[in-house]
């Protein structure tokens, strides 16, 4: 578990002791500054240049900051495996590792033999890397280190090469840089669980690609080279409305879950052809219902059982102190069941349990985590909101803080009591285990049902299209929700921050318009989790569980989304994931698991969901909050460059403090909108 990041550049051939002036180490110094707070444990930086055809060379930097999880003392990166075979460039590849300590201290290089090799840096675990190890031993692979499952991963890049990710589970972010062929290797899990972003550039007539676990990193680098990044206005829009989209609201991009691209400088013309050719055809992708995996049965509670045991388990591997979040509903009370059992069974320890006490009891479970704390026998650990005391900061700082360090207007409130918990359980652990990924196997939200029957009830849509506007307007609740969608676009309305309506009011009808003419909606069947395991699972409750967990440097891992309990869960019917018994109910083949595990009081109750009381917040300036948000409308253009109607967003607080609507989560976004601005144009 780490940050990672790294720098290509396709430049005129130059003599090898000026090599460096090529990629200089402060571009990597910019890049290192915006992920060290993911690596307390130590840092590494490889250099390398191939000479290519026609006079150019390729460059190659990584670099990486490493929380040590797995294997302390052979686990360092970036990794080499060697060989014998010759490849001289006439600049022979150099290695660094050093101590976090020495971050400003000049990098003191190893120069290592003129040979091919395979450099990785790699964020992530491999949870399944000792059979992994011993499948590649049995196939005549030595290894180095005891138990790396870095070293595993790139034993195994090295025996399959692109298909390589098909043998892992995992979540993980990788770079491999491979000598010989001078092409550079990017991978990313199923489920986005890890992040990666790229971006390109132009110097000095030079192509130049760099990739980074941190947006923030990348904006600052292109402000180092002179070449700032610009807003994209649709991908901004897409992001103000949802609170996140794959499409980022600035001209960078976010490698794509579950694939594997190669991007090779030798057959392109430039950089960033190279980048954009790599991305549209990815040279693997995986599915979740994968041709290596076994084909899904109709799932039953005791297969279900089976993967999770499975799944859990492996997730409990680590040289380091080991947690659970608890929030006392379902997923999560699998989770902390099944790893107590596995603790106890393995040497008597028991888990340790975390979780956060809301100060509104509509989004408060704590009675409920503490319930089946005491049942499991875990030592649980509660924390009231804010943050704990010792961080001296606020609710405010707090967004403030986590935006800055993420580098995108990311819009889900939730983010705020995720790192507070990340900030309690890093006291006494480095890892963590959650419930993620439960709803959207599972189908937990209410809104798969309303996409199932609007899916069904096609001829609804021009009546709902037919409603006078202004009546469609007035209608709120559930039911005002569902007309939205299908007047608009349907499912990505339903759980939209903004509606199409509202979006229109902050940036003008005819600018709203020519936006939506250039947005074309993805589709979306009757079984919705499809879209949102491949959309909103990654793009906002991993993005929001990286930035929260890894700001203070705790690796979290998802039992939940492991490759198999994906492959069967979505390759069962929703009506299949929604039987308990005879009854049918959102998410009921898995509270049938739970029951099993945990008091039925804890499961079988209403779905609270893991919030925070924004709009309550915001009247009364809890921790900061109003505050911040007073301080933004109060600047001349507290959105730059993108637009929006101040008027529009002071008429929203009006109707919120007169309580007539509740739009917390809508001005959440508006000030986090303002924060990642004003950090653009900073």
């Given at each position: 578990?780490?940050?990672?990041?790294?720098?290509?550049?396709?430049?005129?051939?130059?003599?090898?002791?000026?090599?460096?002036?090529?990629?200089?180490?402060?571009?990597?110094?910019?890049?290192?500054?915006?992920?060290?707070?993911?690596?307390?444990?130590?840092?590494?930086?490889?250099?390398?240049?191939?000479?290519?055809?026609?006079?150019?060379?390729?460059?190659?930097?990584?670099?990486?900051?490493?929380?040590?999880?797995?294997?302390?003392?052979?686990?360092?990166?970036?990794?080499?495996?060697?060989?014998?075979?010759?490849?001289?460039?006439?600049?022979?590849?150099?290695?660094?590792?050093?101590?976090?300590?020495?971050?400003?201290?000049?990098?003191?290089?190893?120069?290592?033999?003129?040979?091919d090799l395979r450099a990785v840096v790699f964020n992530g675990c491999i949870y399944n890397h000792r059979a992994l190890r011993a499948t590649l031993q049995a196939q005549g692979h030595r290894f180095v280190s005891d138990h790396s499952d870095t070293e595993t991963l790139l034993h195994a890049q090295t025996q399959w090469g692109g298909?390589?990710?098909?043998?892992?589970?995992?979540?993980?972010?990788?770079?491999?840089?491979?000598?010989?062929?001078?092409?550079?290797?990017?991978?990313?899990?199923?489920?986005?669980?890890?992040?990666?972003?790229?971006?390109?550039?132009?110097?000095?007539?030079?192509?130049?690609?760099?990739?980074?676990?941190?947006?923030?990193?990348?904006?600052?680098?292109?402000?180092?080279?002179?070449?700032?990044?610009?807003?994209?206005?649709?991908?901004?829009?897409?992001?103000?409305?949802?609170g996140y989209w794959s499409r980022l609201p600035i001209d960078l991009i976010e490698l794509a879950p579950g694939t594997t691209h190669v991007i090779d400088p030798r057959h392109a013309p430039a950089m960033a052809s190279a980048m954009a050719d790599a991305l549209r055809t990815p040279v693997h992708v995986i599915r979740p219902t994968s041709p290596s995996l076994p084909p899904a049965t109709t799932l039953t509670p005791q297969r279900v059982t089976t993967l999770l045991q499975d799944a859990?388990?492996?997730?409990?591997?680590?040289?380091?102190?080991?947690?659970?979040?608890?929030?006392?509903?379902?997923?999560?009370?699998?989770?902390?069941?099944?790893?107590?059992?596995?603790?106890?069974?393995?040497?008597?320890?028991?888990?340790?349990?975390?979780?956060?006490?809301?100060?509104?009891?509509?989004?408060?479970e704590s009675p409920f985590a503490h319930m089946v704390a005491r049942h499991l026998g875990t030592k649980h650990i509660e924390l009231t909101t804010p943050a704990p005391a010792h961080t001296q900061s606020s609710a405010a700082d707090d967004l403030v803080r986590l935006i800055t360090q993420l580098g995108l207007p990311f819009g889900d409130s939730s983010l705020l009591p995720t790192h507070w918990v990340s900030v309690a359980a890093r006291q006494h652990v480095t890892v963590a285990l959650g419930g993620d990924g439960g709803?959207?196997?599972?189908?937990?939200?209410?809104?798969?049902?309303?996409?199932?029957?609007?899916?069904?009830?096609?001829?609804?849509?021009?009546?709902?299209?037919?409603?006078?506007?202004?009546?469609?307007?007035?209608?709120?609740?559930?039911?005002?929700?569902?007309i939205t969608s299908l007047r608009y676009h349907g499912y990505h309305d339903l759980h939209a921050i903004f509606r199409t309506p509202q979006i229109a009011d902050l940036l003008g009808a005819d600018r709203a318009a020519t936006l939506a003419s250039a947005y074309s909606p993805r589709p979306v069947g009757a079984d919705a989790r499809h879209d949102d395991f491949a959309h909103y699972l990654p793009e906002d409750l991993m993005r929001k569980v990286d930035t929260a967990s890894m700001a203070i440097a705790l690796e979290v891992r998802a039992p939940l989304l492991a490759r198999g309990l994906v492959s069967e869960a979505l390759g069962t019917t929703l009506d299949g994931v929604f039987a308990d018994g005879a009854a049918r109910r959102r998410k009921g083949l898995l509270r049938a698991v739970a029951r099993s595990l945990v008091p039925a009081e804890a499961i079988d109750r209403k779905k609270q969901g893991f919030g925070v009381p924004m709009g309550r917040w915001l009247r009364e300036d809890y921790a900061g909050l109003r505050t911040l948000l007073n301080d933004t409308l109060a600047q001349p253009d507290p959105w730059p460059g993108l637009g929006l109607s101040k008027p529009a967003a002071q008429k929203l607080l009006a109707e919120h403090d007169r309580q007539g609507r509740d739009h917390g989560q809508r001005l959440w976004m508006l000030m986090v909108m303002s924060v990642f601005l004003r950090n653009l144009r900073a």
């Open positions: 578990m780490c940050g990672i990041a790294g720098i290509l550049r396709l430049a005129r051939a130059l003599p090898a002791h000026a090599a460096d002036r090529a990629i200089p180490e402060a571009w990597l110094d910019t890049l290192e500054a915006s992920i060290a707070h993911r690596g307390p444990d130590g840092r590494g930086r490889f250099r390398d240049a191939r000479d290519l055809a026609q006079g150019r060379t390729i460059h190659v930097a990584l670099l990486q900051r490493r929380l040590s999880i797995i294997d302390h003392g052979g686990g360092r990166q970036p990794m080499l495996a060697t060989s014998a075979e010759p490849c001289s460039t006439g600049t022979p590849p150099r290695l660094f590792h050093g101590p976090p300590a020495d971050a400003t201290a000049p990098c003191t290089y190893q120069q290592l033999p003129d040979t298909e390589s990710s098909e043998y892992l589970d995992g979540m993980y972010a990788v770079a491999l840089w491979h000598r010989a062929s001078a092409t550079l290797t990017l991978m990313r899990d199923l489920a986005g669980e890890k992040p990666l972003y790229l971006a390109s550039a132009t110097v000095d007539g030079d192509e130049v690609l760099a990739f980074s676990s941190s947006p923030a990193g990348l904006i600052a680098l292109r402000r180092q080279l002179g070449q700032p990044v610009t807003i994209d206005p649709l991908g901004a829009m897409l992001w103000l409305k949802h859990i388990t492996s997730r409990l591997d680590a040289d380091v102190p080991i947690g659970c979040f608890l929030s006392g509903g379902v997923d999560s009370s699998i989770v902390a069941a099944v790893a107590q059992r596995a603790l106890q069974a393995a040497g008597g320890r028991s888990l340790l349990t975390f979780n956060v006490k809301m100060p509104d009891e509509r989004f408060d709803d959207e196997l599972f189908a937990g939200y209410q809104r798969y049902q309303a996409q199932q029957a609007m899916a069904r009830w096609t001829m609804l849509q021009p009546l709902a299209r037919a409603l006078p506007g202004p009546l469609a307007r007035r209608l709120g609740g559930n039911l005002g929700r569902v």
